[in-house]
């Protein structure tokens, strides 16, 4: 098992921890691990849970598609920033095509 591997497998465990700590069941959490993908975004799940305590399933979906939500945005704001600055190299010192 890889370091990534494993650090994925502990942010699923404390994750499926408290949802179950909070009464829900196992496979709530780990639809949500699943679905959140990062051992980054399980984390902050797991933040929102052990500080917040949410009392129904829907709050916690809800935060779910939250961090989604942001996580998308972020990889869509990265991808422009890199698209943009390669359009600028461009811009600066042409195709190539030409030795001058």
Avoid: H
């Avoid at 052990?50 to 942001?70: R, T």
């Amino acid at each position: 098992m890889t370091a990534g591997q494993y650090e994925w497998l502990r942010a699923k465990e404390r994750l499926v921890d408290a949802v179950k700590q909070l009464g829900f069941p196992e496979e709530l959490g780990l639809e949500i691990a699943k679905n959140l993908g990062s051992p980054r975004a399980m984390g902050r799940m797991t933040g929102y849970l052990c500080n917040v305590k949410p009392k129904k399933a829907e709050l916690i979906v809800d935060e779910m598609l939250a961090i989604c939500s942001e996580t998308d945005t972020w990889k869509e704001k990265r991808a422009n920033e890199e698209a943009n600055a390669k359009y600028n190299e461009i811009l600066s010192y042409g195709l190539g095509g030409d030795e001058e």
